[in-house]
Antibody, heavy 119, light 112 residues
Framework: QVQLVQSGAEVKKPGASLKVSCKAS????????MHWVRQAPGQGLEWMGI????????SYTQKFQGRLTMTSDTSTSTVYMELSSLRSDDTAVYYC????????????WGQGTVVTVSS | DIVMTQSPLSLPVTPGEPASISCRSS???????????LDWYLQKPGQSPQLLIY???NRASGVPERFSGSGSGIDFTLKISRVEAEDVGVYYC?????????FGGGTKVEIK
């Protein structure tokens, strides 16, 4: 079954770090770039960055430069998104999404990981 | 960064009636290969977004024929020929032309 399964909900304190996993199955893991998108409560979708699972090269949006790290593990077909120095406005649902470069669109999404940052 | 602007913000619809959502980009999404890198997603309540339309006018696999996308350059439209109850949710356009990818603010479709 083609799917992306993300790790479970997290509650973090301000200043802490977060690491969310996204495990791919049912397709060639290294054949598709992976993106991370987040959605604050009641808000729209915000693109965070992209990683090439084959080699691990990543690119992040300017807003998260210095706080965001994306990595991949081909042995487990898993990508990770790590966000440091968490603030209350990092409270959001975080999604991994596979991009299909023939369609130039996200054709597969994870179920989302709810992250709450609160003291 | 490319700014995506959607309208309306909210769209109450009557089942069986048509609906239309507009999306405008701050710069042309027309690539040199004549494809427009504009996608449409629907986020149903409590779910992850799902792809409806890619490259401006192509329905994704499994998407009902009542959904259609049109437009080129900076102006795009998503149309639902006859709205059904299952179509409620928030619709987003997204430009896939350049990094950072950017989304419109969303249009909430609800049944009257």
């Amino acid at each position: 079954q083609v799917q992306l399964v993300q790790s479970g909900a997290e509650v973090k304190k301000p200043g802490a770090s977060l690491k969310v996993s996204c495990k791919a199955s049912g397709y060639s893991f290294t054949g598709y770039y992976m993106h991370w998108v987040r959605q604050a409560p009641g808000q729209g979708l915000e693109w965070m960055g992209i990683i090439n699972p084959n080699g691990g090269r990543a690119s992040y949006t300017q807003k998260f430069q210095g706080r965001l790290t994306m990595t991949s593990d081909t042995s487990t077909s898993t990508v990770y998104m790590e966000l440091s120095s968490l603030r209350s406005d990092d409270t959001a649902v975080y999604y991994c999404a596979r991009i299909n470069m023939i369609l130039h669109a996200f054709d597969l999404w994870g179920q989302g990981t709810v992250v709450t940052v609160s003291s | 960064d490319i700014v995506m602007t959607q309208s309306p913000l909210s769209l109450p619809v009557t089942p069986g009636e048509p609906a239309s959502i507009s999306c405008r980009s701050s710069q042309s999404l027309l690539h040199g290969n004549d494809n427009n890198y504009l996608d449409w997603y629907l986020q149903k309540p409590g779910q992850s977004p799902q792809l409806l339309i890619y490259m401006g006018s192509n329905r994704a696999s499994g998407v009902p024929e009542r959904f259609s996308g049109s437009g080129s350059g900076i102006d795009f439209t998503l149309k639902i020929s006859r709205v059904e109850a299952e179509d409620v949710g928030v619709y987003y356009c997204m430009q896939a032309l350049q990094i950072p990818l950017t989304f419109g603010g969303g249009t909430k479709v609800e049944i009257k």
